[in-house]
Structure formats: structure tokens, C-alpha cells
């Protein structure tokens, strides 16, 4: 199983929005509506900030927001702040009843 | 709160085994599927396995298939991965990690545990 493809690197400014993508195939995201994502900094476990691609679990800024359209998915960030710089990893489930995450992508605000 | 603690780690021999254990803690055990992720060092996640809430079934990635298992006692709450015919690309930050519930996503995360294979 292939991960799936986010970019390596996405930057903005504090306050204004980003978008990281996620894309996949009709085996993985396109297929189900069980995509998370998750914020790690450095040296730290993995937070979970998006699950089955929209809902957002309790304590989560609302400044998060998941999304799908066919086999991408996309994660914003609005109002970017100074603790939101850190890797971002999606997940899926599969259809060979397994997970599978994303390369992650590194947000860094200016 | 939830807590998920892991232990066991350290360092093998190529060819070595090794089980990892996950105390948990804070919710009822019993009722959720748990995985096992695995990050190598400055690299990306890894999903590896994971177990549904009964241990009825158990799913593997392909890179582990047929050396590791997992297992769970839910009269303990705990969690454990048998690793064996260990790799030296099995060097990894092994975390616990309990399902949201609502289809493989992951809610609570362990502090991890550094396995590390080398001669």
C-alpha cells in the first residue's frame, strides 16, 4: 500500500489560511469517508485534529476543517497561528482493511 | 483521562525479538479497536497493526505480515506487539494508539516506545 501524496511543504502567514491536500485512490480516500488528520511537533506524539473527514473532536480550534471531493482530501487552517507550525499527516482506511497515512506535510508560518 | 503507556523497547539483534506492551488507562478498553504505528526516525508514520475491541480480528501491513502479532487482554487492559525476525528498517518510535471508534481513525496516542535493531 502506497502512502498517500500531501506536499512536502506548505507556509503562510500568521492569519491567513492554508490548505494541505491529501490525495489517494477510489481504494482508500475516495472510497470511504474515514479520513483523520493529525498535527505532531517536533519530539511529540501525533494529535488527532480531523476524523472521518470532517468532525472535529472535542478541544480542536475551530480554526480546523476537514474536507473530500472524489480521492482528495484537504485539511484548513484559517486564522494561522504561530503553534500551528508543526508536520500534519492524513490517514485513510483501505479497502484491504488496513490504514494508510500520508507522507506529511510541513507547515511553517512566516 | 485516556492513557495509553507503552514498554518494552530497546535494543535487538537482526534476527532478534522483542514484545512491546501499552498499559491503558482512562476508558473502557474493552470496547476499542487499537493499532499499533510506528515512526522511523525523521520519517513519516507508519501504520503497522491493528486489533478489533474483541480480538477477533487482527489486521497487518504488508512490511510485518507473518513476524509480528498483536494481541490484547482486556482483563489487564493491555496491549502487546510480538515482534520477531526482526529488520534493521523495523528501528522506529513504536506508538500505541486507541481507534476513535468510528472506522480506523486514531484519538489517543502513547508517548512511544524506541525499538531499535542493530548489530
Known amino acids: 500500500q502506497s502512502a498517500l501524496t500531501q506536499p512536502a511543504s506548505v507556509s503562510g502567514s500568521p492569519g491567513q489560511s492554508i490548505t494541505i491536500s491529501c490525495t489517494g485512490t477510489?481504494?482508500?480516500?475516495?472510497?470511504?469517508?474515514?479520513v483523520s488528520w493529525y498535527q505532531q511537533h517536533p519530539g511529540k506524539a501525533p494529535k488527532l485534529m480531523i476524523y472521518?473527514?470532517?468532525n472535529r473532536p472535542s478541544g480542536v480550534s475551530n480554526r480546523f476543517s476537514g474536507s473530500k471531493s472524489g480521492n482528495t482530501a484537504s485539511l484548513t487552517i484559517s486564522g494561522l497561528q504561530a503553534e500551528d507550525e508543526a508536520d500534519y499527516y492524513c490517514?485513510?482506511?483501505?479497502?484491504?482493511?488496513?490504514?494508510?497515512f500520508g507522507n506529511g506535510t510541513k507547515v511553517t508560518v512566516l | 483521562q485516556v492513557q495509553l503507556v507503552e514498554s518494552g523497547g530497546g535494543v535487538v539483534q537482526p534476527g532478534g525479538s522483542l514484545r512491546l506492551s501499552c498499559a491503558a488507562s482512562?476508558?473502557?478498553?474493552?470496547?476499542?479497536?487499537m493499532h499499533w504505528v510506528r515512526q522511523a526516525p525523521g520519517k513519516g508514520l507508519e501504520w503497522v497493526t491493528f486489533?478489533?475491541?474483541?480480538?477477533?480480528?487482527?489486521y497487518y501491513a504488508d512490511s510485518v505480515k507473518g513476524r509480528f502479532t498483536i494481541s490484547r487482554d482486556n482483563s489487564e487492559n493491555t496491549l502487546y506487539l510480538q515482534m520477531n525476525s526482526l529488520r534493521a528498517d523495523d528501528t522506529a518510535v513504536y506508538y500505541c494508539?486507541?481507534?476513535?471508534?468510528?472506522?480506523?481513525?486514531?484519538?489517543?496516542w502513547g508517548q512511544g516506545s524506541l525499538v531499535t535493531v542493530s548489530s
Open positions: 494508539a486507541k481507534d476513535v471508534g468510528s472506522g480506523w481513525g486514531i484519538d489517543y
Open positions: 477510489s481504494s482508500d480516500v475516495g472510497g470511504y469517508n474515514y
Open positions: 472521518d473527514v470532517s
Open positions: 490517514s485513510s482506511y483501505t479497502s484491504s482493511s488496513t490504514l494508510v
Open positions: 486489533i478489533r475491541y474483541d480480538g477477533s480480528n487482527k
Open positions: 482512562g476508558f473502557t478498553f474493552s470496547n476499542y479497536g
